[in-house]
């Protein structure tokens, strides 16, 4: 148990269409970074919030946004989905200090099927 | 490109067996980590090891760094059948903000 939550596990939708997936942070942690994992590769990194502001962004189109709100909670927002957007997304908390040893705490994940 | 590769891309062993995964990287690092995830789930944190250290130890998990050589090992003695997953090197580069994760080795541990 990670203290991480996201919303929905799953969900299907169509091409062209929009989603929006969110994540729970541990208590305490600032950071929140979210990954794409499709079947049988590693995540990809997407991109980081640190204190509500994107601090870093992996090699996503900009159809992929996100925000953190002031509790640390985080949504990923994708538009104009593609059938190779389907994939296991990946929230995942930290607390940010600067120094080396930043362990990441993952929750479950949100399986997407673009159909 | 993927920081982290993990070698082999996978491994099946018998129970009580031991089961090493190795991992190359590219540039300089922080720090080295390995996670594992069980099918279709999240990614479990197992061990964290610094630039500056060789080798750590956790429960039946050993891991080894070698910056020169930039690679590390993870170690897992006297499999389980409940070690069947696959796992992940990820690594923090110096100077940067992001953890990047390998393509992962998938362990199957036979009982």
């Known amino acids: 148990e990670t203290g991480v939550t996201q919303s929905p596990t799953h969900l299907i939708k169509t091409r062209g269409q929009q989603v929006t997936l969110r994540c729970s942070s541990q208590?305490?942690?600032?950071?929140v970074s979210w990954y794409q994992q499709a079947l049988g590769q590693g995540p990809q990194f997407i991109f980081q919030?640190?204190?509500?502001?994107?601090?870093g962004r992996g090699n996503f189109p900009p159809r992929f946004s996100g925000l953190q709100f002031p509790n640390y909670s985080s949504e990923l927002n994708v538009n104009a989905l593609e059938l190779d957007d389907s994939a296991l997304y990946l929230c995942?908390?930290?607390?940010?200090?600067?120094?080396?040893?930043?362990?990441?705490?993952f929750g479950e994940g949100s399986w997407l099927t673009v159909v | 490109s993927q920081q982290g590769e993990e070698d082999p891309q996978a491994l099946s062993i018998q129970e009580g067996e031991n089961a090493t995964m190795n991992c190359s990287y590219k540039?300089?690092?922080?720090?080295l980590q390995w996670y594992r995830q069980n099918s279709g789930r999240g990614l479990v944190h197992l061990i964290l090891?610094?630039?500056?250290?060789r080798e750590k130890h956790s429960g039946r998990l050993r891991v080894t760094l070698d910056t020169s050589k930039k690679s590390s090992s993870l170690l897992i003695t006297a499999s389980r059948a409940a070690d069947t997953a696959s796992y992940f090197c990820a690594t923090d580069r110096m100077g940067g903000f992001k953890t990047i994760f390998g393509a992962g080795t998938r362990l199957f541990v036979k009982a």
């Open positions: 208590s305490g942690h600032n950071t």
């Open positions: 995942a908390s930290s607390s940010w200090t600067g120094d080396s040893g930043n362990t990441i705490y």
């Open positions: 919030y640190y204190r509500e502001e994107e601090n």
């Open positions: 540039t300089s690092i922080n720090n």
């Open positions: 090891i610094r630039s500056n250290e």
